[in-house]
């Protein structure tokens, strides 16, 4: 169901509201402290949220880093008599060097690698700590000093909560601010898989490391004021179980959904609480009743409330509270700087003699052509010619083993598809690449990521303070420019998984038009489209092609090539047997042969 920000928004003032107004009130200081419990799991939650959630980085190992905000605290105030609020930006620096180090090893791993290191990692960390003699082994360290603020005694709990859900609802925000934002975009493409990001221009690597820096760096907070609260700590809080009900509590809230971390946790320590009294109280003491119910919980969860309860409660306001239509952007004159555009007729493209082998198959053999610039060229053949392999040589997602491609006079061979797309080239895909959960502008305004002229820290800082709404209209500007130039302007707050499969191709076109291409490949665009479709999809490919735009596509459909291309290259088992202009090649004998097996 699309989800209209009006719920979402009233949704979380009352949230925000209830937990401003909850100490104020003769609230029993049971109710406090649990309270302030549910802050800390939720300071963690967020971080899970955006690495495991949005990001779709699995970590079991977070209580590790809570364990490291705590400890570093803990020793440096009892051992050192260092001031807590000092002990603060220690323990970040330590877990942030920490998880730097673990992410650049971890993070290139893929599949079921990551979670297991992490798991070893969580694992490691406990151990670590019940063993060291000046950490106090397994009865941890004592006499943890209370925090005192502007003459506060935050040794009472109910001083304290106003400190945690400060610095809860702080992290909230930011982390809000940062997904609504360009460097947002890129962490919500990283689920996506990197193929499509990176050609797009995103650094992966760097928005993993970002985002998984980022998370333990609440867990270590959460880990702090821990150690502050219970005054004591030891291994058993960070073990690899606490792990496992940290990512329980994401799943329960919305494991995509910030304010769903806060809820989670909620929900979660609140539900362990009643269980532990009511359960043996109904079954005797003799078993782990909680762990089965709780297991019971999450199959139900999973079955009925996919998504986790934020949505799930969002979904149910929607039918309360009237969705608001969001007006559709009118795209304002250009502010961002554009290419040159070269003349047209001149070289653009020049493939020459490039080739590519896995083992001792060859997938391309010796294939040589070109593309000047404002034509349109087809990349054509029988399946399993090659087409889709040469495509993949000319935009880095394949490194050649022979030859050359050469781009706008500058050698381009070997050269990664993010820098490929920095030069001026955008690509689509043969099999959609969208992210359904966006609108069509943010999935547009994902083509314009290397349009920015912020450095990644820079960007990042000013993302999470709300800094950068300057830049990231001028950026939606662009987005609303590109979907008017190919007709979709009146979809711009659709769901991308909404729209039909033309419309989807059509989507990414503008997404890679976004790019301020000098030269736009598709792949198979007409591949799936209705009769209907393939008309207005021809027709905008047209108009791009009188606007100046250079086009290479990879086509089986053979009457729109022919209607569409200035020039078509022909490939069969790896090789060129064929190139000319759609007269040439319907009358040219090897292309009659390779498609129709000869004329009798």
Not at 333 to 359: C, D, M, W, Y
């Amino acid at each position: 169901m699309n989800i209209m920000q009006s719920q979402k928004k009233i949704l979380s003032l009352i949230l925000l509201l209830a937990v401003v107004v909850f100490p104020l009130l003769p609230t029993p200081q049971f109710w406090i402290i649990q309270a302030n419990y549910i802050g800390l799991y939720a300071l963690v939650a967020i971080g899970l949220v955006l690495l495991t959630g949005i990001g779709g980085m699995t970590s079991f190992g977070q209580a590790a880093f809570v364990g490291i905000g705590a400890y570093t605290t803990s020793y440096l105030t009892t051992a050192c008599a260092v001031s807590p609020w000092l002990t603060l930006p220690i323990g970040l620096l330590i877990t942030g060097m920490s998880a730097y180090v673990l992410g650049r090893i971890t993070l290139r791993m893929s599949g079921h690698y990551l979670p297991l290191a992490t798991i070893a990692w969580g694992i490691s960390l406990y151990f670590l700590f019940g063993k060291v003699e000046w950490l106090g082994k397994y009865d941890g360290i004592a006499g943890i000093p209370a925090l005192q603020l502007f003459g506060f005694d935050l040794a009472q709990e109910r001083h304290l909560y106003f400190l945690i859900w400060a610095i809860v609802l702080g992290a909230t925000w930011l982390a809000l601010n940062l997904l609504d934002s360009r460097a947002g975009r890129a962490i919500r493409a990283l689920k996506g898989g990197r193929t499509m990001a990176e050609a797009m221009g995103v650094d992966t690597g760097r928005y993993k490391i970002l985002i998984f820096v980022l998370a333990a760096l609440l867990a270590s907070v959460s880990g702090w004021l821990f150690a502050h609260m219970q005054r004591t700590v030891n291994p058993s809080p960070f073990s690899l179980a606490m792990g496992i009900e940290y990512l329980f509590i994401v799943v329960v809230g919305g494991i995509a959904h910030v304010w769903g971390a806060l809820l989670g946790a909620g929900v979660l320590k609140l539900l362990a609480d009643q269980l532990q009294v009511l359960l043996p109280a109904l079954l005797g003491s003799g078993g782990n009743y909680e762990s089965i119910v709780f297991g019971v919980i999450l199959i139900l969860l999973l079955k009925y409330a996919r998504g986790g309860l934020w949505p799930w409660i969002c979904a149910l306001a929607a039918r309360l509270v009237p969705p608001v239509k969001k007006p559709v952007l009118q795209p304002a004159a250009s502010t961002i700087a554009r290419r040159e555009v070269p003349a047209k007729g001149s070289p653009l493209l020049q493939v020459e003699q490039i080739s590519k082998r896995f083992g001792g198959l060859v997938a391309v053999n010796d294939v040589s052509f070109g593309v000047k610039a404002g034509e349109i060229v087809g990349l054509i053949g029988p399946n399993g010619a090659g087409k889709s392999t040469t495509f993949n040589l000319v935009t880095g997602l394949l490194h050649a083993s022979g030859g050359s491609v050469t781009f706008n006079t500058e050698n381009i061979t070997g050269l990664h598809s993010r820098a490929i797309a920095t030069r001026g080239i955008a690509r689509t895909f043969q099999h959609v690449k969208l992210l359904p959960s966006m609108s069509a502008l943010e999935n547009v305004a994902l083509g314009a990521h290397l349009r920015s002229e912020q450095g990644f820290v820079r960007n990042t800082v000013n993302a999470m303070l709300h800094l950068e709404r300057k830049e990231e209209q001028e950026l939606l500007n662009e987005a609303a420019r590109a979907l008017t130039r190919v007709g979709l302007q009146h979809l711009m707050h659709e769901q991308a998984g909404n729209l039909a499969l033309g419309q989807q191709r059509i989507l990414e076109i503008a997404r890679a038009l976004c790019c301020d291409p000098l030269l736009l490949l598709l792949d198979e665009p007409a591949a799936g489209l209705r009769h209907l479709e393939k008309q207005a999809l021809s027709k905008v490919l047209q108009e791009l092609r009188e606007s100046g735009m250079s086009i290479l596509l990879v086509e089986h459909d053979m009457e729109f090539v022919m209607q569409l291309t200035d020039h078509i290259v022909v490939m069969e088992f790896g090789a060129k047997i064929a190139e000319g202009t759609p007269e040439q090649i319907q009358q040219h004998p090897a292309v009659i042969e390779a498609y129709l097996g000869g004329i009798e």
